[in-house]
Every structure is written in structure tokens, then in C-alpha cells.
């Protein structure tokens, strides 16, 4: 028969009015035994509260900003179970891993002065310190505080190694069980001189975490915990592999990864851009699909990370790369820069990005990623072409430039070389060859770069291609191209030509195989057989995926548009 309970906020430890930050049921809901009910957050630490028996939400009795404390009504449960007869507080978990909230001060707690004061005049929120202060040198035992009746917690990382110093209250271990997440503070300065557990153990208070060899300053300034003023709380360096040298130049540190009790707070601006903000059981949930929190921007209020965030992160992560092809394991694995606070080092301004610059980003370096590109180089003698343009121009009407000139010798060359016009199938299985002659041309715009696509290439004359050209390029420069505008091309080609330097690296144009690169022409002394001659040279780098295209096939073709650029005759054939 269909009973109905309370539940209510269970024993949170020394806590008191804890901020509610989620709802994560609604009325009607039904629930699992253990289900998180709603998520508390304050600077300290994060829990959630757990459904202490499976059943139907029939009321809510709070909302997301409340402030609770132990006894504080969640919600009305309906449950058949017969136990539910009697209102009781929800266990956060079985007995065997009851208590809901840590009662340890965490770093972020003992670093600020009234919440140092509030924890160390409750004996039971210890830092693993004993009462009274060590000597300099002297080899203090830190130890797990008393974290309620959590046993067997385990411990998700150790950010100190053997020889490191500490300075007090940083972190030294982090513990996390599903429904909160605590870090243990250094009680002191020192440098760590043995440590007792490594990730994976499970800790329960009074577990060893190290010794710490106390340092002059803090022996002499501390005693008790209470007596310590804050230290203004520093992330601490992580040890491990995963942590990458800080690059040259770059003297903060890599970003700390995230426990949930280094939240964002005032006490740790410079470190909060680093720290992902999330409840315990959406740590959980990341870490069983494998999800790196540090890679997603949260959405719920102060950029909390939601289980919807985590599951649009898996979706978007899985639908990138095509499965099955040669580059599907593309991305795994590639080490992320690390964020800096760039504002220590001077004054710093941020801009949006305009919203073609994000895409083209986007799409480059998904390109660089997926592609093993090589770059092929070439010059081409276009004295006789520039003669030639120069004196067209002015008969044309329109002005011709280069460009016109090479869209023409490239599809002439792809004729010969069609793998340039071909792209790899979605599996990696087959390639697929176009029977059109579609090339697009980088146009540089002020709000980023952008490709529009002549069509038909190949059965355009270099008028045709130089008016196309140009009217694409002023569309795109007005913002005015549409997508059609941009999309069908086989073939890229990026000049540069019209603002100088020389040769380049395109990046291949995904999903085509080929983009050619042209730099500025100069004269050069070429050698004919007698003497130097000087010769107009225009340079030219042929990028390619090699998947697709082998370096023998990719020389022929440039050596065959250097041909084509060098000889007029070639080219109109
Ligand atoms: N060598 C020497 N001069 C060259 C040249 C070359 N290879 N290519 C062009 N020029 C000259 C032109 O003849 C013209 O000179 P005049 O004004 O004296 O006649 C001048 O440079 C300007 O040409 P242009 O660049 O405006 O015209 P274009 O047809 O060559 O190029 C376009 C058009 C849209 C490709 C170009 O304006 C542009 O946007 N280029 C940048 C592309 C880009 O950003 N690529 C990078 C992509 S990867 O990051």
C-alpha cells in the first residue's frame, strides 16, 4: 500500500545553511532508491540528497536558492514500501556508507578567516592536525579529518609528491565518494616527506596521508588549527602525467584539475576558469563515460556543469569524426593547452569572436586534426603571363589578376590528376570521384575567412573567372555570400599573393584532398642553359591528404601547373 514520507536534509556535518543549487527531481518523478534528490553546494564542499527509498515525488518543499541545514524538509515521497510508515531523514546512502556531508574543513574553507573561526570551534572539523603547534622541522602525521561516517571513501587524486612543499591549506589529496567530494588541506607549511596513499585507496578518518616536515614560518605562526589565518588559497600543482609543463613563457602553472570542494569563490579567482563546477554525482556520471569535466563549459547557473551538458558533450564528441575511417580516433588523447591567466602579465582585453571566425576556426582545425597533410613546393615562370594579363586587362574591361589564371591551369591539372577532385567516403572505405569542376577560392573578409565556390571551372573562360572572382570576393568581403555560395567545391586555392610572402601551408579543405597556396611573385635569376635570365616566379604549395593522394602523384601535378602557369599556350589548349 502507497505510503507517503518526508524527507529531509540528513546530517551534513557541521554545515549549516548550505545553498540549494539544483532540483533535480519534479513532482511526479519517480526515483530510485538512492537517487540524488538535490544538490547543496557551498564553498566547502558539494553533496547531493539522495532518495533514501525508491518512489513518486508528490511535492517539493524547496527550491534552487534555499538555504537548508540537517531537518530541512526536501520533499513528500510516495513509496510502497512498507518501511516508509515513519517520516525519516534520508540516509545518504546504506548504512554502510551513511552520512551525507563531510565534516572536514576543505581548503577553500580554511582559507577564509570567519569560516576558519566557525570550523575550528567545532572539534570535530579537524584538518588532520594536531592540537598543538609542531616545531620547525618537526615531522608532523597529516591525517584524514573526521569526515563524518564516511568509510571507505576513495581517494581520486594526490596532488603532492615526495619533496614538494605545501603551503598551509593547500591540497593535498582530494576524496570522493558518490555523493560528495572533499579535499584534505596541508595543516601547515612543510615539505611532504612520506606519503601513505596513493588513487584508488579508500580512506576512512584517521588514514595516513603523509608526513610533513613543518616548515620555520608556519611552526612559528601556527598553532591549532584555529589559530592559523587563511592563507589565500592556491590551486595546488598537480603531479601526475596528465599535468603538462608549464610552456615557456608561460610561468603559471597547468590548470589544477577539478574536486568539487575547490569551487569558484573569491579565494580562488585565479584558479576558478580552471575548475569545473559540478555536483558530485555528475562528477560520477563524467567519470564513468569517460568525460573530462575540464572540457565543458556549464550552463546551469554560474556555469555549473548539468548532466545535460555532460550527454550533449558525449553526442557532439561522437558525432565528429566519421566511425570507421582512417581518422576516426582523431582528437583522442591530444593534450590540452593550458589556460592562463594572462592578466598577471599585463593588461589584457577579451573579444568575442566573430561568429564566421568560430566556424572557420572550427572547421580548421578539424581539417588539421583528421588530415595528415603534406605541403608539396613549387615556382612557376609567369613572365609571359603577366604580359599577357597586363595587356588583357585593359582590352577586358575587367581587371584580371592572377587568380582567374590559376582556377583555370589548377582545373585543367586536376583533368589530368583526378584524385585532386575526389574525396574520401564518410567510412574510409572508398573514394569518391566528382565528374565536375567546382574549385573555391580563400577570400580574407574583416570578420574572418570564408570560401566561396566557382562552378564549372573548366568550362569558363579567364574573363568569366576573372568577373566570378572578383563579385564573390566583394560579396563575401560584405558579408553577403550565402551557403550555397560556399559549398559543392572539389578543390581550394588560397592566394596570398596580393599582400605578399612566400611560401605557405595551407590547411586542405575538408572534406576535399588538395588546396594550392600562391604566394607573391618576384623576379628571380633563372638559369637557361647560358646565363641568368630574370623571371617573374610566383610560389606555389600544394597541400594534400595523403591518404588519398601519394607525393609521386601530387609532383606530377604541380610540375604539370607549373607547365600550365609557364606556358599560355598550354593553358588555352
Ligand atoms: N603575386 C603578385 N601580385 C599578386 C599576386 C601574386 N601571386 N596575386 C595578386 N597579386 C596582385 C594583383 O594583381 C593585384 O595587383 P594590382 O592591384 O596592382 O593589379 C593585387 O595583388 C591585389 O590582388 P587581390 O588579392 O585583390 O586579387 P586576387 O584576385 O589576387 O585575390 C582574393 C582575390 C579574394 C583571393 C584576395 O582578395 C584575398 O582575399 N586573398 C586572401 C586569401 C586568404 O586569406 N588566404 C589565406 C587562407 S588560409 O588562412
Request: proline share 8%.
Amino acid at each position: 500500500m502507497a505510503k507517503e514520507m518526508e524527507v529531509s536534509v540528513p546530517d551534513i556535518g557541521d554545515y549549516e545553511s548550505v545553498p540549494v543549487i539544483d532540483v533535480l527531481v519534479k513532482v511526479g518523478d519517480q526515483v530510485e532508491k538512492e537517487a540524488p534528490l538535490v544538490t547543496l553546494e557551498s564553498d566547502k564542499a558539494t553533496m547531493d540528497v539522495p532518495a533514501p527509498m525508491a518512489g513518486t515525488v508528490k511535492s517539493i518543499r524547496l527550491k534552487v536558492g534555499d538555504k537548508v541545514k540537517q531537518g530541512s524538509a526536501v520533499l513528500v515521497l510516495e513509496t510502497s514500501e512498507g518501511d516508509a510508515a515513519k517520516p525519516q531523514p534520508a540516509e545518504p546512502a546504506a548504512k554502510a556508507q551513511p552520512a551525507e556531508a563531510p565534516k572536514a574543513a576543505s581548503k577553500a574553507e580554511a582559507s577564509k578567516p570567519d569560516a576558519t573561526k566557525a570550523v575550528a570551534d567545532k572539534p570535530a572539523a579537524a584538518t588532520g592536525t594536531k592540537k598543538s603547534a609542531p616545531a620547525a622541522g618537526a615531522k608532523q602525521d597529516v591525517t584524514v579529518p573526521d569526515i563524518g561516517d564516511y568509510h571507505d571513501v576513495p581517494v581520486i587524486d594526490v596532488l603532492v609528491k615526495e619533496g614538494d612543499v605545501v603551503a598551509k591549506d593547500d591540497t593535498l589529496v582530494t576524496l570522493e565518494s558518490d555523493k560528495a567530494t572533499l579535499d584534505v588541506p596541508a595543516p601547515a607549511a612543510g615539505t611532504v616527506r612520506s606519503l601513505k596513499l596513493k588513487v584508488g585507496d579508500k580512506v576512512s578518518k584517521g588514514a595516513a596521508v603523509c608526513t610533513l616536515e613543518v616548515a620555520a614560518a608556519d611552526a612559528a605562526g601556527s598553532g591549532t588549527e584555529s589559530a592559523a589565518p587563511a592563507t589565500p588559497a592556491k590551486p595546488a600543482e598537480k603531479q601526475d602525467a596528465e599535468n603538462l609543463p608549464a610552456a615557456p613563457g608561460n610561468l603559471g602553472a597547468a590548470p589544477l584539475p577539478p574536486p568539487a570542494s575547490r569551487l569558484p569563490s573569491a579565494d580562488v579567482a585565479d584558479a576558478s576558469a580552471a575548475i569545473p563546477h559540478a555536483s558530485p554525482s555528475i562528477r560520477k556520471f563524467a567519470r564513468e563515460l569517460g568525460v573530462d569535466l575540464s572540457q565543458i563549459k556549464g550552463s546551469a547557473p554560474n556555469g555549473r556543469i548539468a548532466r545535460e551538458d555532460v550527454q550533449d558533450y558525449v553526442k557532439k564528441s561522437l558525432a565528429s569524426p566519421p566511425a570507421g575511417s582512417a581518422a576516426s580516433s582523431a582528437g583522442a588523447g591530444i593534450p590540452k593547452i593550458p589556460t592562463i591567466d594572462f592578466a598577471q602579465f599585463g593588461s589584457v582585453e577579451t573579444k568575442p569572436l566573430a561568429r564566421i571566425r568560430k566556424l572557420s576556426a572550427a572547421h580548421v582545425h578539424r581539417s588539421w586534426l583528421n588530415i595528415p597533410h603534406v605541403t608539396q613546393n613549387d615556382e612557376a615562370d609567369i613572365t609571359e603571363l603577366e604580359a599577357f594579363r597586363k595587356s588583357q586587362s585593359e582590352d577586358s574591361g575587367v581587371k584580371l589578376t592572377l587568380l582567374p589564371f590559376i582556377m583555370k591551369a589548377v582545373a585543367k591539372a586536376i583533368e589530368a590528376y583526378p584524385e585532386f577532385s575526389s574525396s574520401l567516403s564518410p567510412d574510409g572505405e572508398s573514394l569518391i570521384q566528382k565528374h565536375y569542376m567546382h574549385i573555391g577560392f580563400a577570400a580574407d573578409t574583416p570578420n574572418g575567412l570564408v570560401v566561396p565556390v566557382v562552378r564549372d571551372v573548366d568550362k569558363k573562360g579567364i574573363v568569366a573567372l576573372a568577373q566570378e572572382t572578383s563579385e564573390l570576393a566583394k560579396k563575401a568581403r560584405d558579408g553577403k555570400l550565402k551557403g550555397d555560395d560556399m559549398k559543392g567545391g572539389c578543390f581550394s586555392i588560397s592566394s596570398l599573393g596580393g599582400i605578399g610572402g612566400s611560401h605557405f601551408t595551407p590547411i586542405v579543405n575538408a572534406p576535399e584532398v588538395g588546396i594550392l597556396g600562391v604566394s607573391r611573385s618576384t623576379i628571380k635569376p633563372v638559369w637557361d642553359g647560358h646565363a641568368f635570365q630574370p623571371r617573374l616566379m610566383v610560389p606555389l604549395s600544394l597541400s594534400y591528404d595523403h591518404r588519398v593522394i601519394d607525393g609521386a602523384y601530387a609532383a606530377r601535378f604541380i610540375v604539370l601547373l607549373v607547365k600550365l602557369l609557364s606556358d599560355l599556350r598550354k593553358l588555352s589548349l
